[in-house]
């Protein structure tokens, strides 16, 4: 059997009683593990309750992920930011127009420090089973779009702080037209924040397992993001990460993408000595035929991926990102995970 954990993320932190339910439910469709979405303001204001989510998840069979959600809108999420709005500095800057960005700098030591104590109250009063970081990117200002149909130009961050790291790195000034000084630079500087943490993380406590999932471009001319972390070596190496994971890929691209992406996840993972992850698209939009689930999990499985894992619980149900038939995808999934499960 070559999938060893199956998961599914989840937003219901505020009251034990629904998430005992919601956890039985998980369990039923064949997951073995919660990604539970912490967001600034779960950790503000239903802290109390954190680690009560976090025991009755183990009770139940699951183990318990925290995933950073949003914070400094830095990760993937929806959420608002309590860092932003708290603080109106040390947030990125567009390359090209200097406008400040609604996006946490995380080469600003305000954010890293922000961030690591975050995550060390959580790994400090919960028992949770280890940390997702969850898409961490470079905000992407769109300002018109290419000939292949993807971002314009402009790129961030070009604040302050990060001017003055590349002034000093490389003895002139960062320009505004990206160059590989550029590229290297911001890949270079984004692994701080996520190998500081990591490590403060592992030195805490050894046991806690760390994921770091990164965008699913294909590093090509016609795909790239450059967001920051799709060097995929350079993330993948960090000696903190356990799992390299990447992300949910639309059920509306064609098979050919789903298998150039699995086959590069798998053979970075492998290449440092790390589990891989894939995702499946729970929410948002629904296959056309169900089936596609069946036939995208089986691909998978077939090509060694290590874990799965879906966003989100129930389909999105009752949110503005639900799927189509929400329940109905819930359910496919949930019979995937528990056939490739009982292999």
């Known amino acids: 059997m070559s999938i060893k954990h199956t998961a599914v993320s989840y937003y219901g932190l505020g009251y034990t009683e629904q998430a005992e339910r919601d956890f039985r439910e998980m369990k039923e469709h064949g997951c073995d593990t919660v990604i539970l979405a912490v967001t600034e303001f779960d950790l503000d204001f239903w802290f109390p309750n954190l680690n009560n989510i976090v025991k009755k998840a183990h009770e139940i069979g699951l183990r318990a992920i925290a995933d950073p959600w949003g914070i400094g809108k830095y990760f993937g999420g929806e ?118 943490t990591s490590k403060a993380l592992k030195e805490y406590n050894p046991k806690l397992e760390i994921t770091c999932c990164v965008h699913a471009t294909m590093n090509t001319y016609y795909v790239t993001e450059l967001r920051g972390y799709d060097n995929w070596d350079l993330v993948a190496s960090c000696p903190y990460f356990d799992v390299f994971s990447t992300t949910i890929i639309s059920w509306d691209l064609p098979e050919k993408f789903f298998i150039d992406i699995t086959e590069r996840t798998v053979k970075t993972a492998r290449k440092y000595n790390k589990q891989s992850e894939r995702w499946i698209m729970g929410y948002n939009k629904s296959p056309k035929d169900l089936a596609q689930v069946d036939r995208v999990v089986s691909l998978y499985e077939n090509m060694g991926v290590d874990r799965l894992a879906t966003w989100t619980y129930r389909g999105g149900y009752g949110t503005v990102v639900q799927a189509e038939n929400p329940l109905q995808l819930w359910d496919r999934i949930g019979e995937n995970y528990n056939r490739v499960k009982k292999k």
Request: proline content about 3%.
């Open 79 to 196: 959420q608002v930011s309590l860092f932003l709005q708290n603080n109106i500095h040390n947030r990125q800057v567009s390359a090209f127009t200097d406008e400040v960005l609604n996006f946490a700098c995380f080469n600003t030591s305000s954010f890293r420090d922000y961030f690591k104590n975050f995550c060390l109250k959580i790994a400090q009063n919960t028992e949770v089973d280890g940390f997702f970081w969850d898409e961490p990117h470079y905000a992407y200002p769109k300002s018109y779009a290419s000939i292949t149909g993807g971002a314009g130009d402009d790129w961030s961050c070009r604040c302050p702080v990060c001017k003055k790291k590349f002034l000093d790195y490389y003895g002139y000034e960062m320009p505004r037209m990206m160059n590989d000084d550029v590229k290297q630079f911001r890949w270079r500087e984004a692994m701080v924040i996520l190998t500081e």
